[in-house]
């Protein structure tokens, strides 16, 4: 069918060109998905009558259509708002003026799209009450795992931080952590705390509160104390004195995230305390203010014997010990934001503490910003084990920087749309999300335009899975910046958990890591009926088999093929994916403007090229294990695995890849 679609894609989109906006004007992509023209001055004053604020400057500049009435109305939700056409005009309503920039946004989008802007009557409030991005920015300006730039709160340019407002509040984003979980203690100094006070006055009136990461040795390496002991008298005047500045400067901030006792930074446990413990004082501190504490769950030490195991080890038996104002920030894999993993079972096991959800929009482990991949079919798979009614926030890692197009590739900018609508309503599917944001980005209305590449972003998550690492493979990345394969990366005298085999334990036997009951028990944190299922070979998922089992080269999978062979038709379909993904694009030349399609192109030709870089070095590697032939049927390898394992990816490579892989 795929095959069919290649075909004739191509003649269908050639037929239906003439749809398509006619030499599109030259766009770089920086107005992301809020790409409406503005409104010619006279006349829009006029129509849009009522509560002043910026839904109203939002309307009067872009909304084409007939007259709108704001109106601030009492018992709505805090952030919900209502848009009801009436007698002529259209009625937002809102409780307060955030309530109504989502409705005008609502309403805005309703127009981008191409659909009835008449007839309305309609009604949301959003499904969390958090939703927040956590930007990972560093204060030299680098942000760690961006691909897009350097930060735009370094030196911050008030238009774009207003663009940025805007677009967040456009898709209900309504927080945001300015800086590096890995946090320096400088975070909380005098400066850094003023230029936070700017950026949260330009972010509040769309709606959005400021957050910060904290460094939990603060005391110490900014207060010049003995200790950072969370119950220490000494280090709570500290840390009351340093929130009740903050709170001073911004008085909507929002509170901590904390990163403590994982991968080398500080925390409670430092001073024989628990993660409760330091969770708990700074929650003490906080609530007067309302502030929350964001406290972190990734957390694996180098001694355990399986790294998936470790949050559910040191966060269960606190559960239940924990202030109400403090959510455990869960990544939604036990691992780390691989291409696909199950969900972490610290989800379900906890039962009295606060959770939310942390997915990663900065494709660390997904080609950084050279590969097309749209996250919202990963979130919903993981929505499908771990019900959005049983979280509190929704997080998202994000992928933004000072390139113009913000996010280094035009399709990322899809991932921060999604994540911003599906925080909103996790019951929104991906192809809908998808569907508005190819409307609104790249004018595609007409089905037979837009479907093509429609498609391309729901599969494109799989495809990636599937060139990257299939069958419940994971981190067999390169060492340190995780972009390419290098399943052997073992140096001597490294944690064997940052080594790509402590995870795939390939062998003359088979692949994969055994977490059954006879291996680690991870099953064993799962629910029961989940347990059993990951626990038997025969019953696992396949798309997580090697991530339970240590999977013999020849058990039979349910196509009759050996685990060998389908490893490597896995491979290849994936670099097969990577290869459409690309002539899907091709043909969509006549319907994109010359800028973006150019860079888009350009990207997709490294992401086929990435693909089966790959697919060559996992089976020629694994090959040396498994002994056995690639299948005849199967496209065979175009590298040599001795020059590969002898190539180090340096960071240049990635960040430009234009100068090549190869020597
Ligand atoms: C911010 C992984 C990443 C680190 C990141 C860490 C975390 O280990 O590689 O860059 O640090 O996760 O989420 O804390």
């Known amino acids: 069918m795929k095959a069919l679609k290649g075909l004739f894609l191509p003649l269908l989109v050639l037929l239906t060109a003439g749809w398509c906006a006619a030499a599109a004007p030259i766009e770089d992509g920086s107005r992301l998905w809020l790409r409406l023209d503005t409104v010619d001055g006279g006349g829009s004053t006029a129509r849009i009558s009522g509560v002043a604020g910026v839904a109203m400057t939002e309307l009067q500049t872009y909304w084409q259509g007939g007259p709108v009435v704001l109106r601030q109305q009492k018992g709505l939700p805090r952030e919900g708002y209502t848009i009801r056409s009436q007698g002529g005009k259209t009625v937002i309503s809102a409780a307060g003026k955030v309530g109504l920039f989502y409705g ?50 370094f030196d911050p340019d008030p238009a774009r931080i207003a663009m940025y407002a805007r677009a967040n509040a456009s898709v209900g984003i309504n927080g945001t952590v300015l800086n590096n979980v890995n946090a320096k203690p400088e975070a909380l100094s005098a400066a850094s705390l003023e230029k936070a006070r700017s950026i949260a006055d330009q972010l509040r009136p769309y709606g959005i509160r400021v ?52 991968e080398g930074e500080p925390g409670p446990q430092d001073f024989g305390r628990t993660h409760a413990d330091g969770a708990n004082m700074l929650a003490d501190i906080l609530r007067p203010h309302k502030g929350i504490v964001m406290w972190r ?67 660390e482990y997904l080609g950084a910003a050279n590969h097309l991949v749209y996250l919202a079919p990963l979130w919903q798979e993981f929505f499908s084990f771990v019900p959005p009614g049983s979280l509190r926030a929704m997080a998202g890692v994000a992928n933004i920087g000072d390139d113009v197009n913000w996010c280094g590739h035009h399709f990322a900018q899809a991932n921060w749309y999604a994540f911003g609508r599906t925080a909103w309503n996790p019951s929104l599917t991906p192809e809908a999300i998808a569907t508005e944001w190819l409307a609104q980005t790249f ?7 837009r479907d093509p590449l429609l498609g391309v972003m729901l599969d494109s998550r799989e495809a990636a899975v599937s060139y990257m690492m299939p069958l419940g493979l994971h981190h067999i990345f390169a060492g340190n910046h995780h972009y390419g394969p290098e399943p052997w990366y073992s140096p001597r005298g490294l944690r064997a958990d940052w080594t790509p085999p402590y995870y795939h334990r390939a062998d003359s036997v088979g692949l994969g890591f055994d977490r059954t009951l006879k291996g680690s028990a991870n099953v064993a944190q799962y629910p029961d009926s989940l347990a059993r299922l990951y626990n038997d070979i025969e019953t696992c998922p396949e798309n997580l088999l090697a991530w339970f089992h240590h999977v013999p080269w020849d058990h039979r999978m349910k196509s009759g093929r050996t685990f060998w062979d389908e490893l490597c038709r896995k491979y290849d379909e994936g670099v097969r994916e990577a290869r459409r993904f690309l002539s899907v694009w091709d043909a969509m030349e006549p319907c994109i403007d010359a800028r973006r399609f150019g860079e888009v192109q350009r990207k997709l030709r490294i992401q086929a090229r990435d693909a089966v870089w790959w697919r060559d070095a996992c089976l020629l590697y694994f090959q040396t294990f498994s002994q056995r032939p690639i299948p005849p049927d199967v496209e065979h390898p175009v590298h040599n695995l001795d020059e590969m394992m002898r190539f180090k990816i340096r960071i240049s490579m990635y960040e430009n890849p234009e100068s090549g892989y190869t020597k």
């Open 297 to 363: 769950a990734f957390v694996y030490k180098p001694q355990s014997s399986d790294r998936a195991n470790q949050a559910c080890e040191e966060f269960m038996p606190l559960d239940g010990r924990f202030r109400d104002n403090v959510v455990i920030q869960i990544k939604n894999g036990p691992v780390d934001f691989q291409p696909r993993e199950p969900y972490s079972p610290l989800f379900t096991a906890l039962r009295h503490t606060s959770a939310m959800v942390e997915f990663q929009l900065t494709q």
């Open 211 to 262: 957050y910060l990461s904290i460094n939990f040795a603060s005391p110490i390496r900014l207060g010049g104390l003995k200790t950072a002991d969370p119950l220490d008298a000494g280090v709570i005047r500290w840390w009351k004195a340093k929130v009740d500045e903050i709170y001073r400067l911004i008085p909507d901030f929002g509170g901590f995230l904390v990163k403590a006792n994982s």
């Open 104 to 153: 005008a946004s609502h309403l805005l989008r309703l127009q981008a799209t191409g659909q009835p802007c008449e007839g309305l009557d309609i009604s949301e409030a959003p499904f969390y009450d958090l939703r927040i991005l956590d930007h990972w920015d560093n204060p030299n300006g680098t942000c760690e795992r961006g691909f897009a730039g350097r930060s735009i709160f």
């Open 443 to 449: 004018d595609l209305r007409e089905a037979s335009l």
